[in-house]
């Protein structure tokens, strides 16, 4: 689990870049 604000950002950029759903941590079931 990330623990600070940059690695929470991190994630949800990574995630828009995979999947173009912005402002997203990174979770989709």
Same mark, same amino acid.
């Given at each position: 689990?990330? %623990?600070?604000? /940059?690695?929470? %950002?991190? $994630? @949800?950029? #990574?995630?828009?870049? %995979?999947? #173009?759903?912005?402002?997203? $941590?990174? @979770?989709l /079931?």
């Amino acid at each position: 689990v990330p %623990k600070t604000e /940059d690695e929470w %950002k991190s $994630i @949800a950029h #990574q995630f828009n870049n %995979k999947w #173009q759903f912005p402002n997203c $941590i990174g @979770a989709l /079931d």
